[in-house]
Structure formats: structure tokens, C-alpha cells
């Protein structure tokens, strides 16, 4: 949802690397050139982001009426969106995204173990 946000914006500041295969971080400002403050809602199964919000803030309207804000100093975990209205973001919106493809990022996620051979974490 953010990621797409963010890659879609041209002229702003957004920084991105790949940490891994399937794990992308940008460290962003949008410096209030943001034509339209709403977010599409949209997250792809297996994709989940971390968002660190630095400043401005992020409104989620959920179902009855539900509404969640996240402001400077403040972490969003998003993993699915079905119960999400809609979604925007102040203009000064700037912050560290972590995008994370489990689909992709799952041939990366081994971890040798001593004495156990390889661990490997299966998705269903």
C-alpha cells in the first residue's frame, strides 16, 4: 500500500535499497508537493510493511467508524488491508518504509544452525 504509494510519486524525495530479495526500504519526505493526500488501498498476499513516521502522519479509516493515526514517533505494522475505507497522509509526510515480499524474500530467509542443519521457514 505505501510501497506503491511511494514508488508512484515522481519529484520527491524517496531513497530505496534492496536489504534482500523481496525486502525494499525507502527512507522518504514528501515535502508537501503531494497532489493527492489518499493512499489506494492495496497489499498483495504475503506482503506486509513496517512504516517509521519521522513527521506529518497517516489516517487509516477501518470499519465502524474505526479510525487509527499514525504521527511522528509512531510505528504502523500493516499485513492486510480488508478492513480498511480509506487511507491519507499529510503533505509533510516522512518516514522509513520497509516493504516486505514474503513470496520473493522466502528463499533468503535461511539460517544455518549449528548441530541442526538449515532451518528453513515454510509459508502455506
Known sequence: M?????????GEKALWETIIT?????????QGNTKDPFIPISLQPLHFEVFFCFAGHVVLKQQWNRVVVVRKQEILLLSGISSLYSVACTADLAGVLVSV???MAKEKFIFPMPHMGDLKIEYS
Do not use: H, P
Not at 506503491?4 to 515522481?10: N, Y
Not at 523481496?22 to 514528501?30: A, E, I, P, S
Open 22 to 30: 523481496g525486502v525494499d526500504v525507502c527512507n522518504f519526505r514528501l
Open 101 to 103: 515480499d514474503a513470496a
Open 2 to 10: 505505501l510501497t506503491e504509494f511511494l514508488k508512484s510519486i515522481r
